[in-house]
């Protein structure tokens, strides 16, 4: 008859203690179930624990975030979802730089619509005087635990200005003229930005194209929206034996010559066609920007 050779099966009490030994618990040589020890130490217990149950459902022990609903802009409603919150109302504030509209470079406080224990309703105030900046929002519940959501972009209230000469920082000159005037008042009444008149001087024959240039550099924020010239008028006066004048025609009215909006350049070009030819124009310039800041 053939040899065999003869193998012992483990104990079931064996695998659970290899089991154990995988899951990272110690087992002394000679503990093994069903083989004596040669010191014959007792046998290692081990405890397998499963782990805890989910904690259920309820008021959380300390307040935390899970999310928003929203858009950070003046006017507009926010959600923030999370546990903790309580049921006694709180406060609520924007983090960032509020100084044009609460004295603060730091917070402004948020009108809160409803408060829960998961959940806080919020509005933010229709603020002036702000720029777009990155904010977060600071949950401080009646307990004194105090949470802040991830940054969010707010973007600031808008508004349309019309500006006034004195905004530019450079403005039309005196051309060859002896009736010059750049104002923004002008007999009779002119609401424009701008209004121009230039008349060349007697005893300058000759064609002239003089050049009003009109820059403002704008401040952050601040676009180009829009122009309008208008009031656009030319003519000569009459010529006269001992005034000197000499007309050579109607010259060409006033016309636009170049508009950079990036620096908000405006160049606007008077024709003459001889002594005391003159031309006039009025200029409106709008720009759109943070309401309540600086335009330059």
């Not at 007792?42 to 405890?47: A, F, Q, S, W």
């Not at 008349?199 to 829009?226: A, C, H, M, R």
Request: with cysteine.
């Amino acid at each position: 008859m053939p040899h065999r050779t003869s193998r012992s099966v483990p104990s079931l009490a064996w695998l659970i203690v290899l089991a154990a030994a995988g899951a990272g618990c110690t087992v002394t040589p000679g503990d093994e179930p069903g083989v004596a020890s040669s010191t014959a130490e007792p046998l290692t217990t081990v405890n397998l624990q499963l782990p805890p149950p989910p904690p259920p459902p309820g008021p959380c022990a300390t307040p935390y975030i899970t999310g928003g609903l929203g858009t950070a802009e003046p006017g507009h409603g926010v959600m923030v979802f999370g546990c903790g919150f309580g049921a006694q109302l709180g406060k609520a504030e924007l983090l960032g730089d509020f100084t044009g509209y609460n004295g603060s470079s730091s917070s402004a406080l948020l009108t809160v619509t409803s408060w829960g224990d998961k959940g806080i309703g919020l509005v933010i105030p229709d603020m002036a005087g702000v720029y777009d900046q990155t904010v977060s929002i600071r949950i401080t519940t009646a307990a004194g635990y105090q949470v802040v959501t991830a940054p969010m972009q707010f973007t600031a209230l808008r508004e349309t200005v019309h500006l006034t000469l004195l905004d530019f920082q450079s403005t039309c000159g005196a051309h060859w003229t002896d009736d010059n005037t750049c104002l923004t008042t002008q007999p009779p009444v002119c609401n424009s930005t701008v209004c121009a008149f230039h008349k060349q001087l007697p005893n300058i024959p000759g064609f002239q194209s003089p050049t009003d240039e009109y820059t403002i550099l704008l401040n952050k924020g601040w676009v180009y929206e829009s122009y309008a010239l208008s009031g656009l008028d030319s003519g000569g006066d009459l010529p006269a034996l001992l005034g000197g004048c000499f007309d050579l025609g109607t010259p060409a009215r006033p016309s636009l010559a170049a508009i950079d909006p990036s620096k908000l350049s405006i160049s606007v070009t008077t024709w003459s066609t001889g002594s005391c030819s003159w031309g006039r124009y009025n200029l409106d310039v709008w720009v759109t920007g943070p309401k309540g800041t600086p335009t330059h």
